[in-house]
Nanobody, 122 residues
């Protein structure tokens, strides 16, 4: 199983980035897919997740209205479009795959990627 993230980098506040994650080694269509992040000195938190069953999306309150999750099931890829970025969005972003999608909090990760760094300067 592999989840390989890309698209991180350094951006100024108010800017945008798009993260990508290519999945392999498992049935992409049968898993909820999403993103977690971890800032220095903090616990990992769920950012967004999309259901494999009906395409429902979960977003953390801190990113609602700014981040958009989407998938390309042909390419086994999940994207996270991040707009109006803030310094507090600075973190390592991890792609995750989850057997179950929860309306209340999205993904419960079974598989993790290695992460990609996002840094937002003020």
């Amino acid at each position: 199983v592999q989840l390989v993230e890309s698209g991180g980098g350094l951006v100024q506040a108010g800017g945008s980035l798009r993260l990508s994650c290519v999945a392999s080694g498992f049935s992409f269509d049968n898993y909820a897919i999403g993103w977690f992040r971890q800032a220095p000195g903090t616990a990992r938190e769920g950012v967004s997740c999309i259901s494999d069953r009906d395409g429902s999306a979960y977003y953390a309150d801190s990113v609602k209205g700014r981040f958009t999750i989407s998938t390309d099931n042909v390419k086994n890829t999940v994207y996270l479009q991040m707009d109006n970025l803030k310094p507090e969005d600075t973190a390592i972003y991890f792609c995750v795959a989850s057997v179950v999608f929860y309306n209340e909090y999205g993904c419960d990760p079974k598989y993790w990627g290695q992460g990609t760094q996002v840094t937002v300067s003020s």
